[in-house]
Nanobody
């Protein structure tokens, strides 16, 4: 199995930046497509971004396109989410997810098999 641990969350002013890191352990990391989701109280888990096994294919939710960048380093068993020009509506718990059975955009939470516990991102106005 794959264990995922997120880090890098915190408090930032609107317009600022944060970089999130997801560290993986267990099975071969490179065999998993990875995604970032976010969740706020009373809302469904929202797709943020995904990246294919080799990093060739990248997908972003419209709400973050142009501001966030997903990347991975298979040699380090890590996936990253660089967040720029943050807005108050970006406030959420950000979760890292992975699956060995990826096909397509992978924007649905139920398509993933492994989840981290999340890291809090708070953007103040």
């Amino acid at each position: 199995q794959v264990q995922l641990v997120e880090s890098g969350g915190g408090l930032v002013q609107a317009g600022g930046s944060l970089s999130l890191t997801c560290a993986a352990s267990g099975r071969t990391f490179s065999g998993n497509a990875m995604g970032w989701f976010r969740q706020t109280p009373g809302k469904e888990r929202e797709f943020v971004a995904s990246i294919s096994r080799s990093g060739t294919f990248l997908y972003y939710a419209d709400s973050v396109k142009g501001r966030f960048t997903i990347s991975r380093d298979n040699a380090k068993n890590t996936v990253y989410l660089q967040m720029n020009n943050l807005k108050p509506e970006d406030t959420a718990v950000y979760l890292c997810a992975g699956t060995a059975q990826a096909m397509g955009v992978m924007a649905r939470a139920d398509e993933y098999d492994y989840w981290g516990q999340g890291t809090q991102v708070t953007v103040s106005s």
